[in-house]
């Protein structure tokens, strides 16, 4: 089965720097590679994603690079906010209806101003 | 309108009681999910259900039951409930058909054991 590695655990930027999260998958079939957001007492929220058949996508400040060779995937958010601080999960998943979404371990974002 | 919403919020109780967690989703999806958060802040898939379907993760023991009394809804009982049950439960939908992946998460159920 699938299983993403996330790394760093932890991330503690200045304000308008910018953050990268990386993720490793282990199963070749995998093709959507979302990213979701979880803010403190929240259920996570999705982000961004994109798939295998693109190599980049951007979003005003966030942008995924995904390397399928490699089967790794990133994600970049510059000009960081305060309001940026959260918990960001990165996930895989096979395209096949019910399947669900293997997550990474977490990245706790810190944005100091 | 609230898209996936789980009750309760908050559940206290006591080792060995059973107990249940509701969820409902108004997006019309066809897949619904269980997840699990634990203290690390990891989550784990415990199911993934839809009208035909029931995918259990085989990681998770047997006292844990998913309900389903229609397609916009998906229950969670615990059974004798343990100490290492206490956690976020999460409950999640998804289209089925044409399925992009994306998740709707609930604001999560905080189960806690005594």
């Known amino acids: 089965g699938e299983n993403v590695e996330q790394h760093p655990s932890t991330l503690s930027v200045q304000e308008g720097d910018s953050a990268v999260i990386k993720c490793t998958y282990s199963d070749s079939a995998s093709n959507y590679f979302p990213w979701y957001k979880q803010e403190l007492g929240k259920g996570p929220q999705l982000i961004i994603d994109i798939r295998s058949n693109v190599g980049e996508k951007k979003d005003q400040r966030i942008a995924v690079t995904l390397n399928k060779t490699a089967k790794h995937f990133s994600l970049h958010i510059t000009e960081t906010q305060p309001e940026d601080s959260a918990v960001y999960f990165c996930?895989?998943?096979?395209?096949?209806?019910?399947?669900?979404?293997?997550f990474g371990k977490g990245t706790t974002l810190s944005v100091s101003s | 309108d609230t898209a996936v919403s789980q009750t309760p919020k908050y559940l206290v109780t006591q080792m060995g009681n059973d107990k249940s967690i509701k969820c409902e989703q108004n997006?019309?999806?066809?897949?619904m999910y269980w997840y699990k958060q634990d203290s690390k802040k990891f989550l784990k898939i415990m199911f993934s259900?839809?009208?035909?379907?029931?995918?259990i993760n085989e990681t998770v023991p047997n006292r844990f039951s998913p309900k389903s009394p229609d397609k916009a809804h998906l229950n969670l009982h615990i059974n004798s409930l343990e100490l290492g049950d206490s956690a976020v439960y999460f409950c999640a939908s998804s289209r089925a058909s044409g399925n992009t992946g994306e998740l709707f998460f609930g604001e999560g159920s905080r189960l806690t054991v005594l």
């Open positions: 997006l019309g999806h066809d897949t």
């Open positions: 996930a895989a998943s096979i395209s096949q209806a019910g399947t669900a979404l293997i």
């Open positions: 259900y839809n009208n035909k379907e029931l995918i």
